[in-house]
């Protein structure tokens, strides 16, 4: 993911929301530093970021009706750019801060000319986020166990 | 009943102060940190966020500092701050299939695609106490491995049975409304989807009982697990203003599948059924606990003769919340001055009537 930009090879709503996930996934402080790179213009906020609540849903056996598991605290923002570019987010936490970086980071990446340039900024946090996954996979292979049926002795 | 009372300003203010100060304890020990509970104590958190019905471990973590470690107490500042909020909408159902592995384990098959890994479990240890804790340290860091070709595609076991059709199939999504507990009060019966919201957010001790209870005859079901699986999934939700699914980042589950002995009929063959548990955060005990008593509800449904605590449906889901529980119990607890007075009455006037009638038997008798 970090080494291909994120709009290639994928339509645009799909890297739309890979762009998210990495927001979402990312910290308050990379999102600030990944902005900062970008001289955003100033921005306005559509609504001003708030705090609820998402429904997290889950399946009865894992794949059949679904159920209400229990409620996930959600932070939303959406803000305009001065050309009229709208941007989104939606992020699990309290967040309000992060939430309208993210929404930012949104509208300026639906400019297809600033697009490259909001993908390289984001780069570093797609590094983190990417070895953090690594590493926790390796961890959790060092743990991978083979059990043996051991022949009963009454046979 | 309780009646209101009034009075008692300065000494309510008063206690709460020495709440507070009690709380924080001998001020010459360092004061936890939100970001330290949090960190250190994941399971507790994961626990009140499970019965407290919402997902956020910062918050779990403060009111556990607030509640003084009392979960239940815990639970209740949740919940309390959960109706403070707008609800945006419902998430798609989580994929737990695609599930970023961190712990799976099997009971049934010792060789599964994707692997069984222990990931950070109590399970083997000698629960020995270990003083070395007791004093700051550094921690070995934790080994490891490159992980084989399969790791990362880890299908459910139950979907290995239900290939060969060994196991009931999971109800068919049928695109009909789903239950919510929190905006409507339950009506009997109460369907699966709704049972199993209940469990979720229900007591771990009493979800474990009544689990424990099916296993000591109350209501057997023959129990196997097929999985327990511990991990992150991601979570997508779908704005009216996109229209599309956004993701809101991942979530750590439990998920447990019960395997239970089989039914048939003339015209069915026999095959395995299923209990299903998923919880908030890491709990296998009350994942697995809950997909016993998901298992032991469905007796009714599955033709078993329905004798026992856990099969009752009404006695699980009217109890197993310990928000409600702990609500009623500790209303004991209030002034009820003016219904006692009405009892002491009472029982004045029962004795004073039970000591006429009796003298004048001694009377009759002399």
Redesign the interface.
Known sequence: MATSPLHQGRDE?AAR?AV??LC??ASRDDLDAALQTLAAPPIEDLRPP?????????????????????????T?A?IRLPDGATG?A?????DRMKARLAATLDALWQDPSRRARVEDALRSAAEKAEAA?H???????????????LARGED | MYVAVKGGEAAIDNAHRLLAETRRGDPAVPELTVAQIREQMTLLVDRVMAEGSLYDPDLAALALKQARGDVVEAVFLVRAFRTTLPRFGASKPVDTGAMAVARRVSATFKDLPGGQVLGPTFDYTHRLIDFALAAAGTVEPAAEAEPRDDAGTCPRVTDLLAQDGLIEPSPPDDGAPVGDLTREPVDYPADRALRLQALARGDEGFVLGLGYSTQRGYGRTHPFVGEVRVGDVAVEFVPEELGFPVPLGRIRLTECQMVNQFTGSGTTPPQFTRGYGLTFGQSERKAMAMALVDRALRAAELGEPVTSPAQDQEFVLAHCDSLQATGFVEHLKLPHYVDFQAELELVRRLRAEFFRDSDSVQEAAE
């Open positions: 709503s929301r998210m996930a979402a996934d708030e705090t609820g609540l998402v429904m997290a849903t889950g399946r009865i056996g894992g794949d059949g009706r679904p159920f209400n598991l229990g409620e996930v605290s959600v939303r959406a989104f939606y992020h699990l936490g309290r996954r590493r926790a996979a390796r961890r959790t292979a060092a743990t991978r166990v083979d059990f043996l049926t």
